[in-house]
């Protein structure tokens, strides 16, 4: 298809509407504080999924125990001994997960299984896993070279494996819709978030924050999934789970659209360079090739 006729694939399709606004918060840290609810507010409307009802997984619509017992999928056989490698080899250098996160990261590897039910492409969700996952564990090495703490080291390894959970929630809603946003983004040059909000209302990323704050997902790892393409829209100064899933999702660059060439455009670079870590990249981009060659293909 031309990218001419893209735009064809869109009439009568239902958009998200919900509106979002930037954070005018100086004041976040990366221990959950901030000094208002302005921007965390805009994730727990319920009108948030009130277009994916009819689509997306029943279960993971209302809050509460999922049962996904027989629900393995052989598109995804290889994840639980990929994510447990990861797992074993963080242990060792940052200690046993927090119960917290642990929690949300076994609810983020249902949402990728349950996924497979819907009439989508396992393909597809299984190429978004391979990348979450090498970003969520790149991440986490970046932390541990930064000497964070433990926690920060479990949230930005956590928030790497769920930052594209946007893109599941689209890809079961209006799975020809977001395919043809992404062939559109690939095949003009533009950043996909810009076509999501054009033609869907919202980004991934924003979808993704707002389907996991109706699990009561915190607030650092909300803030993480919401703005991983985009960090600067949470004015902060000091390193932090945000600044290792950015880091790390651009350097994976195995992303549905905009991150395949893992080049880190200026803005990437000036906040990196901000924060003292843009001399750091030769470093991530050596483990990441590490993390390529140890994951499955």
Not at 26 to 55: M, P, T
Not at 145 to 174: E, K
């Amino acid at each position: 298809m031309s990218c001419s006729g893209y735009l064809s694939v869109f009439l009568g399709v239902n958009s998200v509407t919900e509106q979002w606004r930037r954070t005018e918060d100086d004041s976040w840290n990366w221990d959950g504080e901030r000094a208002n609810g302005y921007w965390w507010s805009q994730f727990n409307s319920v009108k948030n999924l009130s277009h994916w009802s009819s689509s997306f997984p029943s279960q993971l619509l209302t809050r509460g125990h999922l049962n996904v017992e027989g629900c393995r999928s052989r598109a995804l056989s290889h994840l639980d001994s990929a994510l447990e490698e990861h797992v074993r080899s963080l242990t060792r250098d940052a200690g046993r997960i927090p119960v917290d996160l642990e929690h949300v990261l076994d609810f983020g590897v249902e949402v990728f299984i349950l996924s497979e039910g819907c009439a989508v492409d396992s393909s597809h969700i299984a190429g978004v896993w391979r990348h979450s996952l090498r970003t969520g564990y790149l991440a986490a090495l970046i932390s541990l070279n930064q000497q964070a703490g433990p926690r920060m080291i479990w949230q930005s390894f956590v928030g790497g494996v769920l930052h594209d959970i946007g893109m599941l929630v689209f890809l079961t809603q209006q799975p020809q819709a977001f395919t043809t946003v992404v062939d559109i983004a690939q095949c003009r040059g533009l950043d996909l978030s810009v076509v999501e909000r054009q033609m869907l209302g919202s980004t991934h990323a924003e979808s993704g924050a707002a389907f996991l704050a109706r699990w009561g997902v915190d607030e650092v790892l909300l803030a993480t999934v919401a703005f991983h393409d985009d960090p600067l829209r949470v004015p902060h100064a000091a390193f932090g789970p945000l600044t290792a899933v950015y880091a790390a999702n651009l350097v994976e660059g195995g992303g549905m659209a905009q991150d395949g060439d893992a080049v880190i455009g200026r803005e990437g670079e000036a906040y990196l360079t901000r924060l003292g870590l843009w001399d750091d990249l030769p470093l991530w981009q050596g483990w990441m090739r590490n993390i390529h060659q140890l994951t499955i293909q």
